[in-house]
């Protein structure tokens, strides 16, 4: 499942361990811990008032740890594309002894986001109010897989809409069982005016609906 090749274990200017990819580090290849601790500054920002939140990538694990002490109620659930890279970030998260490890939450692997779809514990995460921050270094080394997996996880591919449609069973009453499985062949990403389309007959004159249309109007 590792999808990266030459991966090589150094060490930073300051002394911390780190990973480099075919000779370019993931992280700062001075002091890592303090760029882990202005990403994370960052990343609260977006995760904002969600106690859940979905890292994509595991990096060196530093920034885990930056953003479990600036937030340390937070359910951090983070997805790694190699399998080399998950392992070097739980050995890191591990070496903090002050810490149990289990509050830097899981890493799961995954090359692909159809990988993902089974997995109970993702499911857990999916149904709680979540934010999806991302590794900046790995971001840039591999740009497709990670907007894939932002993708998947914010419900704009058929796969994730439908896996977050059933764990809203109440929103998924008022579709369409045909307007659903026809999604499959849309290409673009579903939007608002794709969920528009989606409500059955029945479900026009419900207060859900007209919940949606004042939602519709602010948006579209």
């Known amino acids: 499942m ?4 030459g991966v ?15 000779g370019r580090s993931i992280v700062s290849s001075f002091d890592p811990m303090k760029e ?8 609260v920002k977006e995760i904002a008032d969600r106690d859940t939140v979905i890292v994509l990538g595991a990096g060196c694990g530093y920034h885990l740890i930056a953003l479990h002490e600036l937030r340390p109620s937070l359910n951090i659930l983070t997805i790694e594309a190699s399998d080399e890279i998950a392992t070097f970030a739980r050995e890191q998260l591990a070496s903090n002894n002050e810490v149990d490890p289990r509050v830097y939450g899981e890493i799961l692997v995954a090359a692909r986001p159809i990988e993902l779809t089974e997995n ?17 270094g790995l971001a840039q080394m591999r740009a497709e897989w990670t907007q894939e997996m932002a993708k998947f996880l914010t419900g704009r591919d058929y796969l994730s809409f439908l896996l977050q449609l059933r764990m809203r069973p109440e929103l998924h009453a008022l579709f369409d069982e045909e307007k659903i499985a026809q999604l499959q062949m849309q ?11 989606l409500f059955s007959a029945q479900a026009q004159s419900s207060r859900e609906r007209r919940l949606w249309r004042v939602l519709e109007e602010l948006i579209v």
């Open 36 to 43: 882990a601790k202005a990403w994370a500054e960052s990343a």
């Open 120 to 136: 109970l514990l993702l499911r857990d995460f999916m149904a709680n109010r979540y934010a999806v921050v991302t590794h900046a």
């Open 2 to 5: 590792n999808e990266m090749s």
């Open 187 to 197: 290409s673009g990403p579903i939007s608002i005016l794709t969920i528009r389309s």
């Open 8 to 22: 090589t274990r150094e060490l930073a200017r300051n002394g911390q361990p780190i990973v480099k990819i075919d």
